[in-house]
């Protein structure tokens, strides 16, 4: 189920503004790889490109290639929308949709796809539920609006809406940045149970939780004020928290700057 | 939406992780600033409750002593005789002619307004959104003699085919038989669409506002699962705009009910003796256009009660539509922000 993300010489562009140049690295299947680095470096809008979100900002757009298992992402042939089906997204702030009970937002992304026996979508929310932690929560309140969840839950239902439609990756962008220490806690545990089966790349500003559940660490910073966001070096999470090749990766995660 | 459904966002937020929302009375300091205010503000609210009981009284203390003097049941008779030692009066035609306009300027302006907040918003280039809806806002400053005269000497002619077209695909319901009089332009129908093209300004200006409230967080919810354009406009816009919509679309109803002076310019009048006829290809006179018709005959205390009688039918029937409104919003408040 889960798949490799090949990323080369990636430029990503604001309109006529390059927010990110020169990206290139592997994600390996059923492996977590954390981004970090300090704000405004492009972290977010390279996972943006993973699954076509980032064309959804007015100017969006890149140069270079994004592969899933050799098929280019990027491909005239391709359509954004089957990019999305494949390449699941949990965002920074808690996001369910406020107008349907917890059921439904689990079961939305099944809708889209035309899924309508009754039987079958109650088997992939509780499924997705469990999934997600979650079940034992709500089990007897799924009629209820999910926004009334606490927002370590709301986390957790948006979580389980994305692998509701069983994506090849789950992308993360700084999912625990509105959460207290427990409900982050629960999050990063779910993360290392989803990575029998997905292929997961996180963004973080903290670099305790990259340690924590990465294999992989990515660290990106800005070339200089106003240029654009650059990769400095990936490697094993390990490695870049002990050892790292580059001066600044050391500086960053010693916290001499950012 | 919070101006015009009279609940604030604000209201309704959760004040973070289960918290009860902010309640008015705790937030106050009870500084010298906030008395003045919190005065003020009570004190207007006040008046406009206390103004729209003065009109209720007003309306009920004049028609009342007509209504005892009346010789016919106000509710279920078609004859208007105000007038006279024995008046007899009803609005059952008046009734007719006035639910029929509105829900047919309804039934066009709010699928249309709703279409044209959604291109607003959603489909239209930035360069053409902010013009398109300023070109929608200048429908709603057109006055509505305007609208009367172009209905009655422009677009009316281009109505007769329309109404031929209705009678002979659905001309065998009672409600779409077209004879030929009163013409088209003077009917009922016709009436009805001048009435939606009045108030689609205000729907669309309303919905729009709703669409674009619509947080980026929840229509990015519905793209990243694979949604279509048009599959997050279902999943996150309409849902979140509906009680906008609701609003909307009331607003319009409380507008087309009452609309008056387009109304009396295009339909033609009935004469007493005429049979009912329930198709919309018919003419007659709404509350509105009945009393503004007759407004320089007010010469008794009968004939003028009788009148006012009828206005607080209209009064009474906005009444019912915008509590009806509420009611659908409040059945879904746990699931709105």
């Not at chain 1, 949709?97 to 899924?115: C, E, Q, W, Y």
């Not at chain 1, 660490?217 to 790292?244: C, H, M, W, Y």
């Not at chain 2, 289960?18 to 600033?33: F, Q, V």
């Not at chain 2, 406009?233 to 607003?251: C, D, E, H, Q």
């Amino acid at each position: 189920m889960a798949k490799r993300i090949d990323v080369k010489d990636l430029d990503i562009y604001y309109g006529d503004f390059k927010a990110v140049e020169g990206v290139s690295l592997t994600v390996e299947p059923r492996s977590v790889t954390a981004f970090i680095g300090p704000s405004g470096c492009g972290k977010s809008t390279v996972l943006r490109t993973l699954n076509r979100m980032h064309e959804v900002i007015p100017g969006g757009r890149v140069e270079g290639k994004v592969a899933l298992d050799d098929q280019d992402l990027y491909a005239s042939s391709m359509d954004p929308v089957a990019v999305r089906r494949t390449v699941g997204m949990v965002f920074q702030r808690p996001n369910p949709f406020p107008t349907m009970s917890i059921r439904d937002n689990v079961a939305a992304g099944l809708k889209l796809n035309g899924v309508k026996n009754k039987k079958r979508l109650d088997e992939v929310v509780e499924a997705s539920l469990k999934g997600a932690n979650l079940w034992n929560e709500v089990k007897d309140r799924l009629d209820k609006p999910g926004a009334g969840l606490s927002g370590g839950q709301q986390q957790r239902l948006c979580i389980a809406r994305a692998i509701a439609v069983e994506p090849q990756v789950l992308l993360m962008d700084e999912p625990c940045s509105a959460l207290d220490p427990i409900s982050t806690l629960a999050i990063e545990d779910l993360i290392n149970d989803l990575k029998s089966q997905y292929t997961i790349v996180i963004v973080t500003h903290n670099m305790q939780q990259a340690a924590r559940v990465s294999d992989q660490t990515a660290f990106f910073n800005l070339k200089a004020t106003g240029q654009p966001g650059r990769l400095v070096e990936v490697d094993d999470t390990q490695r870049i928290f002990s050892n790292p090749s580059e001066k600044a990766t050391e500086d960053y995660i010693s916290g001499r700057f950012g | 939406m919070s101006s015009i459904t009279g609940r604030s966002a604000i209201d309704e937020l959760p004040g973070g992780d289960g918290r009860p929302p902010l309640e008015a009375d705790r937030a106050s300091t009870g500084r010298l600033g906030d008395r003045i205010f919190g005065g003020l503000a009570t004190g207007s609210g006040i008046f406009v409750i206390a103004l729209v009981t003065l009109v209720g009284v007003f309306l009920i203390a004049q028609a009342v002593p007509s209504l005892m003097n009346n010789n016919v049941n106000f509710l279920t008779s078609r004859e208007w005789e105000p007038a006279g030692a024995e008046p007899r009066f009803g609005i059952v035609d008046l009734l007719w002619a006035t639910v029929t306009t509105s829900l047919i300027a309804m039934v066009i302006a709010v699928p249309l307004g709703v279409a044209v907040a959604l291109f607003i918003t959603q489909y239209a280039p930035t360069w053409l959104s902010k013009p398109a809806a300023a070109l929608v806002d200048l429908l709603a400053a057109v006055p509505s003699i305007v609208y009367g005269f172009w209905g009655l000497q422009v677009a009316g002619q281009y109505f007769e085919p329309v109404a031929k077209g209705v009678d002979s695909v659905l001309g065998w319901l009672p409600f779409f038989d077209y004879t030929g009089t009163p013409s088209a332009k003077s009917t009922l129908a016709f009436a009805g669409v001048i009435l939606a093209i009045m108030i689609l300004p205000i729907i669309t200006a309303i919905s729009r506002e709703v669409f674009n409230q619509v947080p980026t967080a929840h229509k990015e919810a519905a793209l990243a699962l694979g949604a279509t354009k048009w599959e997050m406009i279902r999943t996150a816009v309409l849902p979140f705009g509906k009680p906008g919509i609701i609003s909307a679309a009331m607003l319009g109803l409380g507008r087309a009910l009452g609309e008056t002076l387009a109304v009396t310019i295009l339909l033609s009048g009935l004469n007493a003796s005429d049979a009912f006829r329930s198709t919309i290809f018919n003419g007659g006179a709404t509350f509105a256009s009945k009393i503004a018709l007759a407004a320089n005959e007010f010469d008794s205390a009968q004939k003028t009660g009788a009148y006012i009688a009828a206005g607080l039918v209209l009064f009474i029937l906005t009444f019912i539509v915008n509590a009806a409104a509420r009611v659908v919003i409040d059945r879904r408040k746990a699931f709105t922000e």
